[in-house]
């Protein structure tokens, strides 16, 4: 790699070195136009709890003159020009609370007495804390509508997007350049960081001076000028053929689309070169550079000054999020919660935000401060009407309203009696620099903000920005984050389906639903479309007391139920599957089970009762009867032995005989989704569909008998378990399945099955997380590359850390508090990534869910004969109830998917209990006469 060498061309400006030593930014000499502060403050913030405490940085840097270095002493009492006139007719000297205003008066505008012309001029440009107050209101007003999506375009605040999002990190690396448009020059630096926490880059600029006609030329000249600078600097400091990245600062008003895309709203300034406005000036210059063949050079970056600025305050070790500009124009930019910036998508996180605050007052909001001085100097300006804020307190404009406020005097004969004043006639007589030697401008600043916000606490600094480093800095956290989101994309893409995709995904469903049903395909297809001898959903007729048993999830439970006129009533006991019964012999698992059942009664006193008993059983079985199921695999966790291939009924009649408890009448196996629609058949008659996203994920539907091609008998509709779950294990998914799943499919004790169910339900979606995240650590993505083992133990991230860090409004310290529990030390972008990951997953487990419903319902919108399908989906399940956007985003994407079904989703309170009986009731109910 070449390392820029130190350039033996002598200072090409009168006097001051152009070249920076290398090395030291200590000893750097200060360029003199670049002076301002850094205020630190805090910011108590009621949105995100436990900011409280931590200190915010707010930079405000003076540009073009140098403001501090040239204060006077404390000699002036550091009061206002006005300072006579106020103490004699201002009552405002102390706040509300009786503070004393600080070392200096606040003047007061409205019923001035008597006076002499000049305490009258002075006290008009003196504004009281009062209408300062008002201002900062409308101020307020006028930010909070330029945030906004519906008022931004009409906004004199324009509050614009600047897509810088992060603050470096230290891990930046490599070489940066940077351009500088300046009124008067072009400023070129050329950076290396070292990936050191950057504590020594090496700096080299050069000031370039601009033909002063240039503001006015065509634009192609001014971008062909500053590629020029460019490639002149480049040439000296010897040629670099590798790739560099580079930051273009350019201080006006750009519409911007990304951190390297930027239209130009409109010049300012005393620029106004043509064919520029409504472009995108990055592009511009990346053209102009391209046509002195420097390919090498890519404009990453473009930056307002203010951002530079702030940005250059961050490194220093405390994060600065605000920073002000006042120099030729003026201007702020600060850190705002980025869904607060509603014209940019993203709401993860926080963006800078470009106040453009100059034209705040062009709709007349400043009417009652702007004195007659003002308005002069408005009508003489170029752009009379415009940047009404700018032109109070920007350095272009300050000289010339002391110039007419000093001429009305003198024409009101109140000063320079007889003498002659035609040489304040002219234009620009006064400097500004003039103006501010007389004033301790940043004092007073920091004491009227302390005044009209008590409530924050800032101490102004000089910025330390005197060199262009900041901006540089922003280029190589740019660089970054660049590559970064790139490699992130990359990893994330096959994980973000497409809408083609999904209406793969639902076609092949069809697909397999109608193997399933099939009686010659069933054997082959992945979703085994079971018939469960349910054949109607609940009338509000059933009557009678049950019991109910609850196994395939993470509890098992036993109850009675009560099916009565007046509604259902249930108690309801919770046991315990140890792992070594799931997994031992299925001897022992029933046995368990019946011992269970003993308790219960027992406790219940229902031992001397035999009431029908309704088995929730949920995993798949070929049932040959209600009461008669063989099963056919097991899932989510359960491997007991010799279960598979045996009626699960006649194991549990044969554990009860072994516990000799013989009053024990099982009169139906139902899956956990078809008591999940028949519970919320009972309200809805319109439920023909049960949907089960929880532990593992699976479908029931109302089917034509006629269409079921495994089962006798033509008349009427069967409740078909879908076990939709192994959809995809004949391979149909492959396409669909990442890496990430074939890890966690692997790790699992029934790997290469129920491939649908690994997408979508709480038993993997953690997983399928953790295994991301370990590939991101891995490509130093995340946690700075810092392995933690912790992450590296299987299920130590659940599913309901999904739910929690995708809450909406969370704070993102909550979700480094998640990650800070797995021992990982997760940044603000860290965790910003960490909940994009969480998103990504999620997003896709409801898509997927959504494609799978989208084909039952379409399905039974044809099997009808319906143009359109009113139909109620019954459904249970922890992730389905508790993820913050699982639901809505599986109704809007199945809405999308199947436009002629109007689908309404109904949550099951206890389906697997209430289900079960109202199963076992229906059953009794077509048997009794
Ligand atoms: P089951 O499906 O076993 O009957 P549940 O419907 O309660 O039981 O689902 C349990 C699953 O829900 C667990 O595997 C867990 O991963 C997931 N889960 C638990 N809490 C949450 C939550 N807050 N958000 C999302 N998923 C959760
Ligand atoms: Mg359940």
């Given at each position: ?7 033996s ?26 002076v ?72 007061h505008?409205d ?21 300062l ?26 509050m ?9 990190d ?15 020059h ?16 090496q ?6 001076d601009?033909?002063?006609?240039m ?15 460019v ?6 400091i ?13 201080p ?25 406005e ?14 002195l ?30 920073a002000l500009?006042?120099?030729?124009g ?15 998508e ?23 401060v ?9 009508q003489?300006?170029?752009n ?49 620099q ?11 600043l920091q ?17 330390a ?18 590559t ?32 399933g ?7 082959n ?5 079971l ?17 109910a ?24 006991e ?43 059983f ?22 007991a032995s ?33 008591g ?5 058949g ?12 929880g ?7 109302m ?12 008349e009427?509709?069967?409740c ?27 790790k ?15 038993m ?28 590296q133990t ?8 999904l739910s929690?860090i ?10 480094q ?27 896709r ?15 039974m ?23 913050p ?43 009794s006469?």
């Amino acid at each position: 790699m070449s390392s820029p060498r130190r350039p033996s061309s002598q200072p090409s400006r009168g006097g001051r070195a152009p070249w920076s030593p290398r090395g030291e930014r200590g000893r750097l000499p200060p360029v003199s136009r670049c002076v301002g502060m850094v205020m630190w403050g805090q910011q108590p913030s009621p949105a995100a709890p436990g900011l409280e405490d931590s200190l915010c940085a707010i930079a405000v840097v003076g540009r073009s003159c140098a403001l501090y270095p040239r204060l006077p002493g404390r000699d002036g009492g550091g009061t206002l020009p006005s300072h006579d006139a106020a103490q004699t007719s201002a009552p405002c000297g102390r706040d509300a609370e009786g503070r004393a205003l600080g070392s200096f008066q606040l003047g007061h505008q409205d019923n001035i007495p008597s006076c002499t012309p000049v305490q009258r001029a002075l006290m008009l440009l003196t504004p009281s804390l009062e209408k300062l107050q008002a201002v900062k209101c409308r101020m307020l007003e006028a930010m909070d509508k330029g945030l906004s999506r519906q008022t931004h375009a009409q906004a004199t605040v324009r509050m614009l997007p600047t897509f810088v999002c992060s603050t470096p990190d230290g891990t930046e690396k490599g070489d940066f350049m940077v351009v500088e448009l300046c009124q008067s020059h072009v400023r070129t630096l050329f950076v290396t960081l070292l990936g050191d926490g950057n504590q020594s880059p090496q700096l080299m600029y050069k000031i370039f001076d601009m033909p002063a006609d240039m503001l006015q030329g065509t634009g192609e000249a001014l971008f062909d000028f500053i590629a020029q600078c460019v490639h002149k600097f480049l040439e000296e400091i010897g040629s670099l053929q590798h790739r560099l990245p580079l930051g273009f600062v350019f201080p006006f008003s750009c519409r911007q689309t990304g951190l390297g895309k930027a239209e130009l709203i409109s010049w300012s300034k005393g620029f106004q070169c043509s064919d520029v406005e409504g472009k995108d000036v990055v592009q511009l210059l990346q053209a102009a550079i391209n046509k002195l063949e420097l390919y090498h050079v890519q404009v990453i970056a473009l930056l307002n000054d203010t951002v530079g600025t702030m940005m250059a305050s961050s490194w220093g070790g405390k994060p600065c999020e605000i920073a002000l500009v006042t120099g030729t124009g003026t201007n702020s930019c600060f850190m705002a919660e980025a869904e607060l910036v509603e014209v940019v998508e993203e709401s993860n996180g926080r963006m800078c935000v470009n106040s453009e605050w100059g034209c705040f007052g062009d709709d007349g909001a400043l009417g009652d401060v702007l004195t007659p001085y003002d308005h002069r100097v408005d009508q003489e300006s170029s752009n009379p009407g415009e940047r009404r804020f700018e032109k109070m307190v920007g350095g272009l404009y300050l000289g010339e309203i002391v110039r007419h406020a000093v001429l009305m005097l003198a024409a009101e004969q109140a000063l320079f009696v007889g003498a002659s004043t035609s040489v304040l006639g002219a234009k620009d007589a006064f400097k500004t620099q003039q103006v501010l030697e007389i004033m301790e401008f940043g004092e007073i600043l920091q004491s009227v903000a302390g005044l009209l916000a008590p409530e924050c606490t800032a101490t102004l600094v000089p910025s330390a920005d005197t060199n262009g480093l900041g901006v540089a800095m922003v280029t190589a956290v740019a660089q970054r984050l660049l590559t970064q989101r790139h490699e992130v994309e990359q990893l994330l893409a096959p994980l973000r389906l497409s809408r083609a995709d999904l209406e793969r995904v639902q076609a092949l469903m069809r697909q397999e639903m109608e193997r399933g049903l099939g009686r010659d395909s069933n054997a082959n297809a992945s979703v085994r479309m079971l018939p469960t001898y349910v054949c109607n959903t609940p009338d509000g007729t059933e009557r009678g007391d049950f019991l109910a048993l609850d196994l395939g999830g993470t509890n098992f439970r036993v109850l009675v139920v009560r099916v009565m006129q007046e509604g259902i009533h249930m108690a309801s006991e919770i046991y315990v599957v140890p792992t070594s019964v799931m997994q031992g012999t299925g001897e022992a698992l029933f046995d368990h089970i019946v011992e269970c059942i003993m308790d219960f009664q027992t406790k219940q006193n229902l031992m001397e009762q035999v009431l029908p008993l309704s088995f929730t059983f949920s995993f798949p079985c070929q049932q040959l009867g209600l009461d008669k199921a063989v099963l056919l695999t097991w899932t989510k966790g359960f491997s007991a032995s010799g279960c598979v291939g045996q009626d699960v009924v006649q194991l549990l009649r044969d554990a009860a005989q072994r516990k000799q408890h013989v009053a024990l009448k099982v009169v139906a196996v139902v899956n956990d989704t078809v008591g999940t629609m028949m519970a919320c058949g009972y309200d809805d008659p319109k439920c023909e569909i049960g949907l089960i996203v929880g532990t593992g994920t699976n479908a029931c539907y109302m089917e034509e008998r006629k269409n079921v091609g495994t089962v006798e008998g033509d008349e009427g509709r069967m409740c078909i378990n879908m076990e939709w779950g192994a959809f995809g294990d004949n391979g149909c998914l492959d396409d669909i399945f990442t890496t990430f799943d074939r890890m966690v499919d692997e790790k699992t004790i029934n790997a290469g099955k129920q491939r649908f169910e690994k997408l979508i339900s709480g038993m993997y979606l953690g997983e399928i997380v953790r295994h991301i995240l370990l590939a991101m650590v891995d490509k130093q993505l995340l946690f700075r590359g810092k392995p933690s083992l912790k992450l590296q133990t299987r299920d130590i991230f659940q599913t309901k850390f999904l739910s929690t860090i995708e809450t909406d409004g969370l704070a993102l310290q909550q979700v480094q508090g998640i990650l800070r529990d797995l021992e990982l030390d997760a940044s603000f972008e860290d965790s910003v990534l960490v909940r994009e990951v969480c998103q990504t997953v999620s997003l896709r487990a409801a898509q997927l869910c959504a494609a799978g419903l989208a084909a039952v319902v379409e399905k039974m919108r044809e099997n009808r004969g319906l143009a359109q399908l009113a139909i109620t989906v019954g459904v249970d399940g922890t992730l389905y109830k508790m993820h913050p956007h699982f639901s809505q985003n599986l109704q809007q994407l199945l809405q999308d998917l199947a436009p002629n079904c109007a689908v309404t989703f109904l949550q099951s309170e206890d389906g697997s209990g209430k289900g079960a009986a109202l199963v076992a009731a229906v059953a009794c109910r077509e048997t009794s006469p």
